[in-house]
């Protein structure tokens, strides 16, 4: 059993819900990913997403893009973020998901990725922009190496794609709450709740939610229905407000720790 699955198999055993805070490394820097692991972590985090900064986020919004832009600032790539989670591994064993456009990964080479990743401690893979039809090469390179691979899938996601995305998934999916990009919004759009219904008509993998979720209140709501609840933008955008701050780790950890109800 991968440790995203057995991290999942305790929540459900313990009648909890799940917390997956994303942050992009390199934003403001290397050291501060690292602290900002291990912070996470002690923070409640169930397991932790871990953005490669990229050129052309095209799924995300100005939040994570101004992130992305910062941490290439520093001249952060790929080989970066698989040493900074090597590095980190010294402190936290939660489950952690690299998360990335395909581009970076495919320059990199498949292969050698799923090797690296696993050695630095990966458990999984999300790659933001490869469709299910042409995944199975990287679905299955994965598996050899022990790595989930996570898959997002959309209100607009049709009943057939579902069942070929659950399949083909490991670790849990990710199930975008509302068409367009990332970003933090006052609601949370109940086409979510639906997408959720319908993916477990095909599977019994956990569903985490993402996309627009900022407030206890939105995080609450999502645990009515969801295994887990993914938050983003708002945590990098405590990142921007923080950087330079000498106690910006600690910081974000404390914005963490507010967002969470009682689970």
């Not at 095209?58 to 910062?70: L, Y």
Request: proline residues 5%; negative net charge.
């Amino acid at each position: 059993m991968s440790r995203i699955a057995e991290a999942f198999k305790n929540l459900r055993a313990e009648r909890r819900r799940g917390f997956i805070p994303f942050i992009t490394a390199g934003d403001p820097d290397l050291e501060a990913t690292r602290g900002l692991i291990v912070e996470l972590a002690r923070a409640g985090a169930t397991l932790i997403e871990l953005g490669v900064p990229f050129s052309d986020p095209v799924a995300d919004g100005p939040v994570i893009q101004r992130a992305s832009e910062r941490a290439l600032r520093n001249t952060v790539g790929l080989p970066d973020v698989l040493a900074v989670l090597a590095d980190a591994r010294r402190e936290t064993d939660v489950p952690v998901i690299l998360f990335s456009y395909f581009n970076p990964m495919l320059r990199l080479g498949v292969e050698r990725l799923a090797t690296e990743a696993r050695r630095a401690g990966f458990d999984g893979i999300l790659a933001t922009d490869l469709i299910p039809e042409e995944s199975a090469e990287f679905n299955a390179t994965l598996a050899r190496h022990g790595l989930d691979q996570i898959y997002l899938v959309a209100p607009t996601t049709s009943d057939a794609r579902l069942k070929m995305i659950a399949e083909r998934a490991s670790g849990f999916v990710y199930a975008v709450s509302r068409a367009g990009v990332t970003g933090a919004r006052e609601d949370v759009s109940a086409e979510a709740e639906r997408l959720v219904a319908r993916f477990r008509t095909v599977s019994e993998l956990p569903v985490a939610v993402g996309f627009g979720i900022s407030t206890r209140e939105q995080v609450a709501d999502v645990w009515r229905y969801a295994d887990a609840v993914v938050v983003g933008s708002a945590i990098v955008a405590e990142i921007e407000k923080h950087a330079g701050s000498p106690d910006l780790v600690s910081r974000v950890g404390e914005f963490a720790r507010s967002l969470l109800p009682s689970r």
